[in-house]
Each structure stands twice: as C-alpha cells, then as structure tokens.
C-alpha cells in the first residue's frame, strides 16, 4: 500500500513538472514602417484616405494635370484631361509641395490606365464623394441646399395633409392615433437620430468626417458617440416595421395607406426641424418639450387600455372592436 501511494505521488509530481514546460515561439522581429509608410499612414490619420481609395465624381467635370505638379508650380506648360460625373477615381499617388501657396496636398487619380493625371486636394474633395451606398447616403441627407427645398416642400405638404386629414377625422400620429405605441415611438426616435446627428457633426467633425470616408453598420465598431447614433438608426428601423404591421392590423387597407402619409409627414418635418435646430442649439430643449408633448398625447389620448376579448386587438374604449366586431362591456 505504501509503494502504491509513493507510485502514485511519483506520477502526480512527474505531471505537474511536465506541465510547467513550455516552449517559447520565435517570433518574428517586430515590423518597422518605412519613412514613406509613416508618411503615408500619418496623411490617413489626417485626410482620412489614403493610396488606393475610390472616389466616385460628383461634379460635372474634374481637370486633371498630366504633368508632375511641380511643372505647374514653377508655370511651365501643362496638358489637362478631364474626368465626368459619375467616373469612380483611384487615388494612385500623393505629394506635399510646399512651394504651392494655392494647396501643397496634390493628388493623382486614375479612371482607367490611360486616364490618370494631378489635382489640388482642395478641388478634388468638392467635385468627389467615397464610392459606396452608405456615403451617398449620408450625401444625400447632408446637402443643405437639398435639405432647404426638402423643408419647404415636407411643410407645405404636411400642412395640406394635417388640415384634409382632420377634416375626414382620419387617424393620424399624435392627433387623432391609433392605439398602438410604435408611431409615437417611430416619431421620437427620428428626432432623437436628428439630434444625435447634427450634435456629431457639431462637437466631433472629425470624426464624423473619419466615419463619412469609412461607414459601417456594426455599431461595436465606432467611438461612442457613433455607437449610439448607430444604436438609435437600428432601433428606428425595428421601430418602423413594427409600426407598419401594427397599423395595418389596426386599420383598413385605405385607412392605413393615409396612416402611413401622414406618419411619414410627421417624421419628414421631425427629422428637417430637429436636423437644422440643433446645429443653433435650439434642437436640444426643443426635443423634450416634442417629447414631452409625445408622450402626453399618446397616454391621455391613445394609450389602449382595454384588450378585444374575441380578437385580442387593443381597445381605447369599451363598446365595439373595430377589427372583429365584438361588443365588448
């Protein structure tokens, strides 16, 4: 019994010892950036692009130069090709001419192997945009001048709508609403958005600007403050498709079709009104008192507190159900 037990400590002893080894990897030797790749790495710390990035024409036409920039620089002659709305560019080359009191950040673009030549930075980021779907996006609710007309036209229509909707006694979001909380919420979430949007646009531009040349959709992959933006976009488009079956449940294929208008006008003016405001600050205790007004509405006047006993669908009232025709008492 004795040797059995100095057998079996022999044994444990000889597995710890065993499992305290361990082999130390080679490891390669740690990687030194080159000059020109620190050049190149702190201009994308700064510009945010760098070699290789596509960039989709905006402009009617770019000029390009075919000589080096410093030819021009020093005003020797100099041959231009011109590029149209709609070519998407590779960046190909960057160079700092100090001498260039204009813009010493010149860069060279390619459409195809035979189209390539030089422009000043500053030129080339007005007449381009990044070549994906989430920055023309992002373009297209950004412009200002698209934003005025698009102001002017939500007001007018929503006013049109408002006033022939509450003349038929139609339903419609934080008026006359259905009981349902989705189209209160979907209302409140967009101005929230808008909030969040100008107030990053507003406090972190460069970051903004960072996110604009490199969107993403995955919320766990940006700062904070953009983690949240991303949350309330998310959540906006849960929101809207709950909101839509909800209504249509709720409403006649009619009634629902105004439904959906008028709740688009709602958010169309949220969105314009809260987008612009908070860019002069008034966004911001403008937003509470809209939620405030919000959520008054929705609990005194469309908060169901009643369930259809037949059907189960949301009364506001006790009488009959609007979808299935039970008298409820």
């Not at 950036?33 to 510009?47: G, K, N, R, V």
């Not at 507003?202 to 766990?220: C, K, Q, V």
């Not at 959540?235 to 079709?257: G, H, K, P, W, Y």
Request: proline share 5%.
């Amino acid at each position: 019994m004795r040797a059995l037990r100095q057998l079996l400590i022999i044994f444990c002893l000889s597995l710890v010892t065993a499992s305290c080894y361990h082999e130390v990897a080679e490891t390669p030797d740690a990687w030194v950036p080159t000059a020109e790749q620190m050049d190149s790495i702190s201009f994308y710390t700064t510009h945010h692009y760098t070699h290789n990035y596509n960039f989709r024409v905006t402009a009617d036409t770019l000029p390009l130069i075919v000589q080096h920039p410093s030819e021009f620089v020093s005003d020797m002659p100099i041959d231009t090709i011109k590029v149209r709305h709609g070519d998407i560019l590779v960046v190909a080359d960057i160079e700092t001419l100090p001498r260039d009191t204009l813009d010493s950040v010149w860069v060279q673009v390619a459409r195809d192997q035979a189209t390539i030549g030089w422009i000043h930075e500053s030129e080339m980021l007005t007449g381009v945009a990044p070549d994906n779907p989430i920055s023309r996006f992002i373009d297209f609710f950004s412009d200002s001048h698209r934003l005025i007309m698009l102001a002017i036209v939500v007001l007018v229509a929503a006013t049109y709508i408002t006033w022939a909707l509450s003349r038929r006694n139609a339903k419609i979001v934080h008026f006359n609403d259905i009981p349902s909380p989705y189209p209160t919420m979907l209302a409140l979430l967009v101005a929230a958005a808008a909030v969040f949007y100008s107030t990053i646009q507003l406090y972190a531009p460069d970051s903004w600007r960072h996110y604009y040349y490199h969107p993403t959709l995955n919320p766990f992959a940006v700062p904070l403050h953009l983690e949240m933006f991303l949350f309330t976009v998310w959540a906006l488009v849960l929101v809207a498709v709950a909101a839509f079956d909800d209504i249509r449940r709720q409403l006649s294929t009619s009634e629902a079709l105004v439904y959906y208008l008028g709740l688009a006008g709602v958010c169309s003016i949220d969105y314009v009104v809260f987008s612009v405001s908070t860019l002069y600050y008034i966004g911001y205790p403008l937003l509470v008192v809209y939620a405030a007004f919000a959520l008054w509405r929705y609990y005194t006047k469309s908060r169901p507190l009643y369930v259809c006993g037949h059907c189960g669908a949301s009364l506001r009232h006790k009488g009959r159900c609007p979808r299935c025709g039970t008298e409820n008492v």
